[in-house]
Nanobody
Framework: QVQLVESGGGLVQAGDSLRLSCTTS????????MGWFRQAPGKAREFVSA????????EYADSVKGRFTISRDNTKNTVYLQMNSLKPEDTAVYYC????????????????WGQGTQVTVSS
């Protein structure tokens, strides 16, 4: 059974920072692009960021550009999302996902999904 496990969520104030982590097995991580998504209450899931297997190519949603940074450590099978200057509108459950094609992640699709971690930003 494929498992992606997110961690690092929490309750913070506007302007604070958080770093999310997502760890999975070598079989799921190896060779795959990785992505972060979020879903706020009453809203559809939306793409946040994605990174290629090599780490050379990264994409961001316009709403997080300049504030969020995605990275990965292929020796640890872990992808990170550094979130700075958090805003109340960033409040959501954040999910990581894996897929061979970063294009699919950008389209809000993926082969494998995590269970999510809650991020709450108070004003």
């Amino acid at each position: 059974q494929v498992q992606l496990v997110e961690s690092g969520g929490g309750l913070v104030q506007a302007g604070d920072s958080l770093r999310l982590s997502c760890t999975t097995s070598d079989r799921t991580f190896s060779g795959n692009a990785m992505g972060w998504f979020r879903q706020a209450p009453g809203k559809a899931r939306e793409f946040v960021s994605a990174i290629s297997w090599s780490g050379d190519y990264r994409e961001y949603a316009d709403s997080v550009k300049g504030r969020f940074t995605i990275s990965r450590d292929n020796t640890k099978n872990t992808v990170y999302l550094q979130m700075n200057s958090l805003k109340p509108e960033d409040t959501a459950v954040y999910y990581c996902a894996a897929d061979p094609r970063i294009r699919r992640l950008r389209a809000n699709e993926a082969d494998y999904w995590g269970q999510g971690t809650q991020v709450t930003v108070s004003s």
